[in-house]
């Protein structure tokens, strides 16, 4: 019987460490977004590594079958962001919150400096939204700093429920001068 209940704890535990998709309605989404943490851990990559890539947890939901970030320093203080969400099988609604961090070399932690969030909806019941992409620049933030992303992208189906991943890239320096 102890080997049995040690069995099935370490497998407890071990699941732990592997991604995992997380289901919510749509009621539950700013609950989600608040009760996630992303203290993963990145990495400050090295002034001359330009462009960063995050990608959504390794499973693969029913719906949902990829999500990414890329971050890019484009030079002169501007931010290249890109995010994006693929699914299996059209779905009801698509939303991707992305979050915009800087690293804070006093506290040793990331600070958030800014959140675009993005929703699409299949109102006509169509069944063609399958992907979405948001690419944009963003301007006018300090620059000699660390930035990265990170976000929450969600879809609901038709048939109700919703699948999550959550993407982080790494930090990148963002210049003031030419890239």
């Not at 995992?20 to 309605?25: C, F, V, Y």
């Not at 995010?83 to 804070?104: E, F, N, Q």
Request: glycine share 10%; charged share 25%.
């Amino acid at each position: 019987m102890k080997k049995i209940f040690k069995l099935f704890l370490l497998t407890v535990i071990g699941s732990l460490f592997f991604g995992i998709t997380i289901l919510a309605d749509d009621e539950g989404w700013d609950q989600n977004i608040k009760s996630i943490q992303f203290y993963r851990k990145t990495e400050l990559l090295p002034p001359d590594i330009k462009h960063s890539v995050g990608y959504g947890d390794i499973t693969r939901g029913n719906y949902l079958a990829s999500s990414e970030l890329h971050i890019s320093n484009e030079g002169y203080g501007s931010i290249g962001i890109l995010g994006s969400t693929l699914c299996h099988v059209p779905v009801k609604k698509i939303r991707m919150a992305i979050y915009l961090d800087r690293w804070d070399e006093t506290q040793e932690r990331w600070i958030q400096v800014d959140y675009y969030n993005f929703t699409y909806e299949d109102k006509e019941e169509k069944k063609d939204l399958t992907a979405v992409t948001e690419a944009f620049s963003v301007i006018g933030l300090p620059t000699g700093c660390y930035y990265r992303l990170r976000s929450f992208n969600c879809v609901w189906p038709f048939s109700g429920g919703s699948e999550m991943q959550g993407p982080v890239t790494d930090g990148i320096l963002i210049t003031d001068g030419a890239v």
